[in-house]
């Protein structure tokens, strides 16, 4: 099943190039760059070792700022969902946070802490950290009292109630967020780095647009898609398949 996915998933690239393709040999315009063109910039960029620096500044930004919105935001969602009063406390909180933009919160951090590294991921934290906890609040309210007081009677230790109990049944939950998470978090991070950073794939991008360089932006861009996508076949996916076996009753207690 996970082969027969990933064929369709590679399948629906191909069609995707090839429509890109026409539709760049019908414009005939050097702001509608071929394939081509993009993968010529792309190893120019690699030669003048500009590109793979970037991306790993950017998803050194990424991963630092997805850790610790999911791990922040997971803890505060699953409180929100095992204590009412603690809900009603915090909800209209992550109400103002889910509807604040995210450029807001950017400039704001920015102002206040200066161009720095602290402001850039704080600021790409405080923008996903809303979304998490909303996300695991459900799973927190989703809790099976009855194989709680099970492990209560049984005398589980407090490991075996978090790796036997309390996981599997977050799991599920953590997989919506962190798929999520991902494609969200690496666009803040990109729109940090083009207002108030010099390096990063952002930064590339903004020195891209000022001389209306279409290859070189879709060229960065796509580079990073091409790692989300990886992490997606390789990581996440893999993940899901356990999230759907125990969904189905094949998690044990």
Do not use: C
């Amino acid at each position: 099943m996970r082969a027969q996915h990933f064929t369709d998933q590679v399948v629906a690239i191909v069609l995707l190039l090839t429509a890109w393709w026409g539709i760049s040999f019908l414009a005939d315009n050097a702001l509608i760059p071929s394939p081509a063109v993009v993968f010529n910039a792309v190893v120019i960029e690699w030669q003048q070792e500009r590109l793979l620096p970037s991306l790993s500044i950017t998803l050194q930004r990424v991963i630092i700022s997805f850790l610790f919105a999911m791990l922040i935001g997971g803890i505060i969602g699953v409180l929100m969902g095992q204590f009412k009063l603690l809900n009603r406390l915090l909800d209209p909180i992550l109400i103002i946070l889910l509807n604040i933009p995210a450029l807001v919160v950017i400039i704001l951090l920015y102002i206040w802490f200066g161009l720095v590294e602290v402001a850039a991921v704080a600021a790409v934290i405080i923008n996903k950290l809303p979304n998490v906890a909303v996300t695991l609040r459900e799973g927190g309210r989703m809790f099976d009292h009855e194989l709680n007081e099970m492990a209560n009677i049984y005398r589980f230790s407090f490991y075996k109630k978090v790796v036997h109990l309390w996981w599997p049944q977050l799991f599920p939950y953590v997989m919506i967020a962190t798929r999520g998470g991902l494609a969200l978090i690496w666009k803040i991070v990109l729109v940090v780095e083009l207002l108030g950073r010099s390096d990063g794939v952002g930064f590339q991008l903004h020195l891209a647009f000022q001389v209306f360089d279409v290859a070189t932006i879709l060229a960065y861009s796509f580079a990073f898609i091409a790692i989300v996508q990886l992490i997606e076949w390789f990581i996440l996916q893999p993940l899901d398949s356990k999230a759907s076996r125990w969904q189905k009753g094949n998690g044990n207690v």
